[in-house]
């Protein structure tokens, strides 16, 4: 079975500053990888997934992240981040399909002025 | 092109009532997956739907079924419905995730358990 560690519930960080939002998995298979934003009182957004290939992977709004299969880790990283990235953001992983994802238990990163 | 709509957004039921939820899957993505948001348990997955069969499912109690209907529309329905079945129930709909194809989530149908 994989699993999925977000190690920090709370990130804050001042508006224009870098930011990275930390993903271990565990997994004894290949993975698939996906982060995705909830914005309060909606759904999920995909930000950006890894299938396969190059290991960073650039999505939107200007975030990106980078798969390192010998850390097993897919952190998420941001180089300025704005106000309106406040949310709560998941690490995913999903393994043999993408169908059955387990989801990490989210970062809630607090952007001020 | 329209999103993953799921209806209601909320709802209030009572203990030992039963509900359905519906989920309408952006068009042309024939696999619909259902998830459980809570605080305590985070988002876990329910089942998933391709072309009206279950294809895959986690571990929730029996009260917990859904179907697929011709239309790739889903429904997922509790019964005898408990207070720790509050939560958010989020749909997401996929071309196939078993080729790859990400989820795309609909903005949940609260249900409150009084």
Redesign the interface.
């Known amino acids: 079975a994989q699993s999925v560690t977000q190690l920090d519930s709370q990130v804050p960080v001042f508006e224009e500053a870098p930011v990275e939002l930390r993903c271990n998995y565990s997994s004894s298979v290949s993975v698939?990888l996906?982060w995705?934003v909830q914005y309060p009182?909606?759904?999920?957004?995909?930000l950006l997934?890894y299938?396969s290939g190059s290991t960073l992977v650039k999505g939107i709004n200007g975030f990106e992240a980078e798969f390192n299969k010998s850390q097993t880790s897919f952190h998420l990283r941001k180089p300025s981040v704005h106000i309106s990235d406040t949310a709560e953001y998941?690490c995913?992983v999903?393994t043999g399909?993408?169908?059955?994802?387990?989801?990490?238990?989210?970062t809630r990163l607090q952007v001020t002025l | 092109k329209a999103g993953v709509t799921q209806t209601p957004r909320y709802l209030i039921k009572t203990r030992g009532q039963q509900v359905t939820l519906s989920c309408s899957p952006i068009s042309g993505h024939r696999s619909v997956s259902w998830y459980q948001q809570t605080p305590g348990q985070g988002l876990q997955f329910l089942f998933e739907y391709f072309s009206e069969t279950q294809r895959n499912k986690g571990n929730f109690p029996g009260r917990f079924s859904g179907r697929q209907f011709s239309n790739s529309r889903s429904e997922m329905n509790v019964s005898t419905l408990e207070l720790g079945d509050s939560a958010l129930y989020l749909c997401a709909s996929s071309l196939d995730p078993a080729l790859n194809q990400p989820q795309h989530f609909g903005d949940g149908t609260r249900l409150s358990i009084l």
């Open positions: 698939y996906f995705y009182n909606q759904g999920l957004q995909l997934k299938l998941f995913a999903g399909t993408a169908s059955k994802l387990t989801f990490g238990t989210g």
